[in-house]
């Protein structure tokens, strides 16, 4: 599965930005998505999660009230919703193709930055 990550940019604090990640070269309805993101320094964290159908959505605790992850499967995409951004939202994020007994696929990143 090849990834494209998009969407990111310089927002100022309170604002939002809706990341997309585009996939191909397998079938994409096969694969769980996920969003983690990552700062210089630091592992890579993992930020949402949803299902083949979208049936299922989970967040880590701190996002899941400001982001929102969806995906449309006719168009081979995941999203993540940004909202009320936090200058410690500032971080590259990746979008990732999970299966069950194999190795993750993962995008090259899109960075975002908020501005206090």
């Known amino acids: 599965v090849q990834l494209q990550a998009s969407g990111g940019g310089l927002v100022q604090a309170g604002g939002s930005l809706r990341l997309s990640c585009v996939a191909s070269?397998?079938?994409?309805?096969?694969?769980?998505m996920a969003w983690f993101r990552q700062t210089p320094g630091k592992e890579r964290e993992f930020v949402a999660r949803?299902?083949?159908?979208?049936?299922?959505?989970y967040y880590v605790d701190s996002m899941k009230d400001r982001f929102t992850i969806s995906r449309d499967n006719a168009k081979n995409t995941v999203y993540l919703q940004m909202n009320s951004l936090k200058p410690e939202d500032t971080a590259v994020y990746y979008c990732?193709?999970?299966?069950?007994?194999?190795?993750?696929?993962w995008g090259q990143g899109t960075q975002v930055t908020v501005s206090s």
């Open positions: 990732a193709a999970e299966m069950s007994g194999s190795r993750p696929y």
């Open positions: 070269g397998r079938t994409f309805s096969n694969y769980v």
């Open positions: 949803i299902t083949q159908s979208g049936g299922n959505v």
